[in-house]
T-cell receptor, first 111, second 115 residues
Framework: ELKVEQNPLFLSMQEGKNYTIYCNYS?????LYWYRQDPGKSLESLFV???NGAVKQEGRLMASLDTKARLSTLHITAAVHDLSATYFC???????????WGAGTKLIIKP | NAGVTQTPKFQVLKTGQSMTLQCAQD?????MYWYRQDPGMGLRLIYY???????DKGEVPNGYNVSRLNKREFSLRLESAAPSQTSVYFC??????????????FGPGTRLTVT
């Protein structure tokens, strides 16, 4: 059974700082997604990572995938308040192509 | 393009009542999904439809039924609502469940409370 763990689950940080959110998963997969959810809103796709070593960047966010370590990271550079949200990773299960989701990391960025 | 739309946005039911959540997408996607989201948890898949005419159970199907009405529409029915079904329900769609990039696009959600 595929399990997806994110850490930390809650992160409060100051504007201007850098930080990394981690997503570990328990079985082989080379397809991973990062989504953002604002309070009371839907989920918005941020990054699609489809191979080992994939790296994607958008503004102050950068995501990477290491399939050998079964680990993805979401790195935040010089955080700004607008990045406050909950971030989810989701991994495609090889057996049936379903997405298995992490519990989410609630990120609060203080001015 | 509206993307993925869901109705209703909010609903309160009494235990034992039934209701149907509606979902439609205008992206010509083959695959559609129903998830539930509970506080402090990630999304859990209830049912999905890889293509028109097919439906399959996900992780938490008990207490729910689905209908893929046509390529655009995928409904979720609660036959006899229970308080444990209080949740936020999201519908999503993707081009193809079995081919990359598998990226799913989400509707705005339905907030359901069962008393």
């Amino acid at each position: 059974e595929l399990k997806v763990e994110q850490n930390p689950l809650f992160l409060s940080m100051q504007e201007g700082k850098n930080y990394t959110i981690y997503c570990n998963y328990s079985t082989t997969s080379d397809r991973l997604y990062w989504y953002r959810q604002d309070p009371g809103k839907s989920l918005e796709s941020l990054f699609v990572l489809l191979s080992n070593g994939a790296v994607k960047q958008e503004g102050r966010l950068m995501a990477s995938l290491d399939t050998k370590a079964r680990l993805s990271t979401l790195h935040i550079t010089a955080a700004v308040h607008d990045l406050s949200a909950t971030y989810f990773c989701a991994v495609v299960m090889d057996s049936n192509y379903q997405l298995i989701w992490g519990a989410g990391t609630k990120l609060i960025i203080k001015p | 393009n509206a993307g993925v739309t869901q109705t209703p946005k909010f609903q309160v039911l009494k235990t034992g009542q039934s209701m149907t959540l509606q979902c439609a997408q205008d992206m010509n996607h083959n695959s559609m999904y129903w998830y539930r989201q509970d506080p402090g948890m990630g999304l859990r898949l209830i049912y999905y439809s890889a293509s028109e005419g097919t439906t399959d159970k996900g992780e938490v199907p008990n207490g729910y039924n689905v209908s893929r009405l046509n390529k655009r529409e995928f409904s979720l029915r609660l036959e006899s609502a229970a308080p444990s079904q209080t949740s936020v329900y999201f519908c999503a769609s993707s081009e193809d469940a079995y081919r990359a990039p598998y990226e799913q696009y989400f509707g705005p959600g339905t907030r359901l409370t069962v008393t």
